[in-house]
Structures are given as C-alpha cells and as structure tokens.
C-alpha cells in the first residue's frame, strides 16, 4: 500500500541520516585530547575505570550521551597504542543515567598514550542501541581522530583520563567528535632563557 511504501522511505531516510559519517578536521596541535564522540556532555567525576580494564586508580571521567540525531561514529582521542580490548554484555539502560557505565553493555578500550600513561574509553549501549561496532585489535597503533566504531540508535561513550589533565570542558557541553578539544596533556612549564643579540 502507499502507506506502507512511505513508511518503507522515510524508514529508508532515516537510516541514511543515522550512519552519515561527515568530514572532521582533527586539530593538528599536539598534547590535545579530542572529544571520541558528538554528544552532550554528562555531569563530569572522579571514578575508577571498569574493573575490565585492569587500572585500579581513579581517574577523570567524562561521559558523553548521544541521542539518535547524533553523529554516531567513534573516534580515537589521542596517538597511542591499544593495550586491551574488553567486551562485557549486559543491560540497556537509558545511556544518560549513571548506572548505564557499570550495568549496559559495553566495550572497554585501553590505550597506551606515553610510556606509562593510559587512557580507557569506553563505548556503552543505550536503551535502543543494541550494537556496539569496534574495529580494533589489540597492539594495533592508532591515531588521533582516526575512526575506530560505531554504536547504533542512542549510545554514550565515557572517558577515562588520569587526573593530572586539565579538562577544557563543561557539563551540558555540545561536543563534535574528532574536533572538540576534551583536555590538554599537562606539562611541566620550561623557562625559556632569552637572550639578545649585541651587535
């Protein structure tokens, strides 16, 4: 019937909408931890990373909740190399509450961003996805901006930082994955000794 053949098209629309996969343009400073998903973000805290990940200590938690109108392509925060890959099935809660982190389906990414120093991100399931694509192996080399998945209909993603990293955002933030700049790498400041030239 007609009905059903207009349905069938905007069903068609929608689909195409959902996947689009637009251009970014990766901030090409470095000591920059870019934003892995487009999204809104969540109350920020201090936690400890899942338990899968094998890190114990608490570090900077940023989550960012994506509704369907969301770009739902995953990107790579930071150059590293992907230490551990962990898959945990589990419940689809409403991704924007809290015990969506411990309780949903999941898959936990650890990568080793300096020698010594890891990062974990994690990709959740919501309440309508029920797909989590991860295109990465461990030991695999990565980069920052390079895409690495996908989470269908509705998902979040939260990111764990270790707490010497100055955060450059805010909760109820607007972020555009692979672009929106999450944190800076802190460095010790170096005293640059200037010295002028005498004729």
């Excluded at 295109?135 to 269908?152: A, M, P, Y």
Aim: with cysteine; net charge positive; hydrophobic share 40%.
């Amino acid at each position: 019937s007609d009905t059903l053949g207009w349905l069938g098209m905007i069903l068609t629309i929608w689909c195409v909408y959902f996947f689009r996969d637009p251009i970014r343009v990766i901030p090409n400073e470095k000591n920059l931890i870019i934003s892995p998903a487009d999204g809104l973000v969540l109350p920020l805290k201090v936690d400890i990373p899942p338990s899968e990940s094998g890190l114990k200590e608490k570090m900077k938690k940023v989550s960012i909740f994506m509704n369907v109108f969301n770009v739902h392509v995953n990107r790579i925060p930071y150059d590293g190399k992907v230490t551990k890959l962990a898959y945990e099935p589990g419940a689809f809660f409403n991704a924007s509450l809290d015990k969506a982190s411990k309780d949903n389906e999941r898959m936990i990414v650890k990568i080793e961003i300096e020698k010594g120093i890891e990062i974990v991100i994690v990709q959740i399931a919501g309440l309508i996805a029920r797909r989590i694509k991860c295109d990465l192996s461990e030991d695999q080399n990565v980069k920052t901006g390079e895409k690495f998945g996908i989470i269908r209909f509705g998902s979040r993603v939260d990111v764990y930082l270790p707490l010497s990293y100055k955060l450059n955002i805010l909760e109820g933030q607007t972020m555009i994955g692979g672009e929106t700049v999450l944190a800076n790498l802190q460095k010790k400041s170096v005293k640059r000794v200037i010295t002028k030239k005498t004729s």
